[in-house]
């Protein structure tokens, strides 16, 4: 039921927004073409892959948690039915569950670099220090959330 639902919901978002059809506002790359440094490339795939559900700014709606703002990436998960089980300490933590659950119906389709600069880009939206790119495994324990 929940899958389904979510289905028709992405459907609908893909018809009503450019995004999902590479429109004039996101042909700054496309597939391969995509920027090297991380904060752009995570801006162009949070936009593809994610803002869809948590919102340009990740302020989330009653769909999705928030990524961004009071009390958003909790240190338990608060969402109900959510498969996260383990705690939001650092960057690593967040990187670990977005790439084994995120987007929920593809989850783990991108590349380990493209999960980082979704991950580095909207930490720092979310006014999280993540320091200087690139972020990746080693520097993401140290990032802190709080
Ligand atoms: C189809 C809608 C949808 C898309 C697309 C999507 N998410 Fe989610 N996301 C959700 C829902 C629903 C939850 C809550 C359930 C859960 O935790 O899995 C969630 C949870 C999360 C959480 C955990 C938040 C918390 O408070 O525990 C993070 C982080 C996250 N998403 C990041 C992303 C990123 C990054 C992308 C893009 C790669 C993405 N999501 C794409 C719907 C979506």
């Known amino acids: 039921m929940f899958r389904a639902g979510l289905t028709v919901l992405v459907a609908s978002l893909c018809l009503a927004s450019a995004s999902c059809s590479g429109g004039s506002q996101t042909t700054i790359a496309s597939g391969d073409n995509l920027p090297e440094d991380q904060w752009s490339r995570g801006v162009w ?3 593809q892959h994610c803002a869809g559900c948590h919102g340009e700014d990740g302020e989330g709606d009653e ?4 990524l961004s703002g009071e009390g958003s990436l909790p240190l338990k998960a608060t969402w109900e039915g959510s498969p996260r089980t383990h705690d939001f300490n650092t960057a690593a933590d ?8 995120m987007p929920p119906m ?3 389709t991108l590349k380990s ?7 580095f880009y909207s930490l720092k939206q979310a006014q999280v220090e993540v320091g200087e790119p690139p972020m990746n495994a ?3 324990r140290n990032v802190a959330l709080r």
Do not use: C, K, M, R
């Not at 769909?63 to 928030?66: F, G, R």
């Open 63 to 66: 769909d999705a948690p928030p």
């Open 106 to 108: 593809e989850p783990g």
């Open 94 to 101: 967040v990187f670990t569950y977005v790439s084994e659950q």
């Open 138 to 140: 080693n520097s993401a």
């Open 45 to 47: 795939l949070y936009g």
């Open 113 to 119: 670099e493209d999960y980082w600069a979704i991950v």
